[in-house]
């Protein structure tokens, strides 16, 4: 639950909107993620319009007022934009900066003029890891894909022994590390420490994405031996530029808000005091926000300029970065507000209740509802915000280490077992030119691993953290 959002509970809805039973309130999550995963699926309605109609649903089935859960909606809605919107906006503008100057393309031609027979997949992994960071899932894909494609044909590799690893590498960054959408809309709900959950999860993504990528690559090959589809191969973006930036001001761009989110998380740790200014000043700079916001700034200086783009290139540039992330916006703000109406239900204080009595762990606990609800639905994204409503209050007393274990478990699960109702699946299905089967034994199988494997490296950390 964000500080807003507890704030607002806390002065107007001291109880909670419904006093349903757990057994009527149980019943009413279930019919309320029913409405979505039915409205998804079936009807193919936009996620952000399910999302909004189960909530109401939810309420509807739990006995509260429509007032009152309008209300919650719209306050967990405007709370979870307010948090994440502007750090969506600002990392799509990067991304699409990094995309149009070339700058991708030359860490990508860099890594490649480097690398050769077997450690080709290893490079793949290490360009879509990098890459992966400040762009969104199916940005990466179709800016990768292109350079999956030139590989395989022009190095005679199977196409499965390069596509997976750069797959791998771009779906740990999506699931796992922040600033992506799904972990910051977690670090929010839990209240986390971003920087420790930076941390974390590189240190879970780098043996995940060994394991997914390079290593499963191998028996992917075996299993689906086909070469790389001609038809589709695109032009690239900078094929059209006479310029482009350099390797290592493009790689400093990309890296920088990592180092700073990760600098404030060491000062943090090292100074321990509030009141110090070193403390104060990488408590500012190692914000998100300003994180990102440097990121881009230097962009400008770093990627377009040496591209040669014109001040009205450069103003059009982020006005198509802006315009796609519109429905990932709506999707994660009403996932916010669905969340909101959850908790206002008192569905956390049920799930609190509850696993009181059980001996399953809270980090499994949350892993599991991230999958089940990412395999009915589909979306990475609904999972994650979904299952964050429904744990966050068991990070109440949870110390920082664990509670951001609780983000990497969340981010985990919702990455399990992609099939026919997620829309990646059908991306990478149509670009690598397979059969519906053959996607399940790869791509699905490669999702799966990444959810099983991340999931158990958070349990084992948290044993030891």
């Not at 696993?355 to 991230?370: G, V």
């Amino acid at each position: 639950m964000t500080r807003l959002s507890a704030e607002m509970l806390a002065a107007d809805t001291a109880e909670p909107i419904t006093s349903a039973g757990h057994a009527q309130l149980g019943i009413a999550v279930l019919a309320g993620i029913a409405v979505i995963v039915l409205l998804i699926t079936r009807f193919k309605l936009h996620a952000f319009l399910a999302l909004t109609i189960g909530s109401l649903a939810l309420g509807a089935f739990a006995g509260a007022p429509l007032d009152k859960v309008i209300t919650s909606f719209t306050t967990g809605l405007g709370a979870t934009v307010a948090s994440v919107g502007v750090l969506i906006a600002l990392g799509a503008i990067l991304g699409r900066m990094l995309a149009d100057s070339g700058g991708a393309d030359q860490i990508v031609d860099t890594i490649l003029a480097k690398a050769g027979g077997r450690s080709m997949p290893w490079a793949m992994v290490l360009i879509a890891s990098v890459i992966g960071l400040p762009l969104f899932f199916e940005v990466g894909v179709v800016l990768l894909i292109p350079v999956v494609l030139m590989v395989a044909k022009r190095g005679n590799y199977s196409l499965m022994r390069i596509g997976i690893p750069a797959l791998a590498g771009l779906s740990v960054m999506h699931g796992l590390v922040p600033p992506h959408p799904g972990p910051l809309v977690v670090i929010d709900a839990v209240d986390a420490n971003l920087g420790v959950t930076l941390a974390l999860g590189v240190l879970v993504a780098i043996p995940t994405v060994v394991i997914a990528g390079p290593v499963f690559s191998r028996f992917a090959a075996r299993w689906v031996d086909v070469p790389a589809p001609e038809r589709m191969i695109p032009q690239r973006p900078s094929e059209e530029l006479e310029r482009r930036p350099g390797f290592g001001a493009t790689l400093a761009t990309i890296l920088l808000p990592v180092v700073l989110m990760l600098s404030k998380a060491l000062v943090d740790i090292v100074v321990d005091d509030p009141t110090h200014t070193v403390q104060r000043v990488f408590d500012v700079v190692g914000s998100p926000l300003i994180a990102l916001l440097a990121a881009v700034l230097v962009g400008f200086f770093t990627l377009t300029r040496p591209a040669g783009f014109s001040k009205e290139r450069i103003s059009g540039l982020v006005e198509k970065g802006l315009a796609p992330i519109a429905g990932i916006l709506l999707i994660v703000g009403a996932g916010g507000g669905f969340k909101q109406t959850l908790i206002d239900c008192g569905m956390g204080r049920m799930v609190l209740e509850i696993s009181k009595d059980w001996s399953i762990p809270a980090l499994l606990l949350a892993w599991l509802i991230a999958v089940a609800i990412r395999l009915a639905t589909g979306s990475a994204t609904v999972a994650t915000v979904s299952a964050a409503g429904l744990v966050a209050p068991l990070a109440a007393d949870m110390s920082t280490t664990h509670t951001a274990l609780l983000v990497l478990a969340i981010g985990a699960g919702s990455l399990f077992f992609s099939h026919v109702n997620d829309a990646g699946f059908w991306l990478v299905k149509e670009y690598f030119g397979v059969g519906v089967g053959q996607n399940l034994k790869t791509w699905s199988v490669m999702e799966t691993l990444i959810s099983v494997v991340a999931g158990g490296l958070v349990l084992l950390l948290s044993l030891v953290l």
